[in-house]
């Protein structure tokens, strides 16, 4: 079935420093793909997402690729903040008979140095 | 526009008793799916309602159980409740479910003990 799988934490970083989170899926066709974020007590809330093979999702300063023939949607920022420290969760939309779920990672805690 | 609203926020209820969860989705969004958040197990899907009818269904005990209304809103219940079902308890919406995206409320979280 559907799973996604993301490199888990936590990862620390000084401020202005280079971010990569992995995520990895496993799915046939083109699901869509997302990244949450989830800030302490809070929800979650949508960062970015790409819907089909090599769209590219911004959003704040962070960019993923949707790659097909790695199955692959790394999250990256050229440059972190302190308000960037929140936990990160890859995700796959689910399609036909699994229409209207999400697929998660496991979510990578960031933290940042100031 | 108002966002996912989830209603109570905390909750502490003793093992044995049941609960009951409220979500009011964005307006408009017909599609409601329920997560529980855990340390140990991450996010679990527990079902996902679109139009009052349940479309799909995670892998939890008939101990849980939800409804949508006409208006879109939603209730998740748990009865007989156990200690592991403390945990944080995520509603999302969006319009329909097909892939398009999913906004969640803060969640409520609940403690038994």
């Known amino acids: 079935g559907d799973s996604v799988t993301q490199m888990e934490g936590p990862v620390t970083l000084s401020e202005e420093a280079f971010l990569t989170i992995n995520c990895t899926y496993t799915?046939?066709?083109?699901?869509?793909l997302f990244w949450y974020v989830q800030y302490p007590g809070e929800g979650l809330q949508l960062l970015l997402k790409a819907t089909k093979a090599d769209d590219k999702g911004s959003n704040k300063g962070f960019e993923a690729t949707y790659r097909k023939e790695t199955t692959s949607f790394h999250l990256e920022k050229g440059s972190v903040q302190v308000s960037d420290s929140a936990v990160y969760f890859c995700?796959?939309?689910?399609?036909?008979?699994?229409?209207?779920?999400?697929?998660f990672g496991r979510g990578t805690q960031l933290t940042v140095w100031p | 526009k108002a966002g996912v609203t989830q209603t109570p926020r905390y909750l502490i209820k003793t093992r044995g008793q049941q609960v009951t969860l409220s979500c009011s989705p964005i307006s408009g969004h017909r599609s409601v799916s329920w997560y529980q958040q855990t340390p140990g197990q991450g996010l679990q899907f527990l079902f996902e309602y679109f139009s009052e009818t349940q479309r799909n269904k995670g892998n939890f005990p008939g101990r849980f159980s939800g409804r949508q209304f006409s208006n879109s809103r939603s209730e998740m219940n748990v009865s007989t409740l156990e200690l592991g079902d403390s945990a944080l308890y995520l509603c999302?919406?969006?319009?329909?479910?097909?892939?398009?995206?999913?906004?969640f409320g803060q969640g409520t979280r609940l403690t038994v003990v």
């Open positions: 995700a796959l939309g689910g399609r036909g008979s699994t229409l209207g779920r999400l697929y």
């Open positions: 999302a919406s969006s319009l329909n479910g097909m892939n398009t995206e999913a906004f």
């Open positions: 799915a046939t066709g083109y699901p869509s």
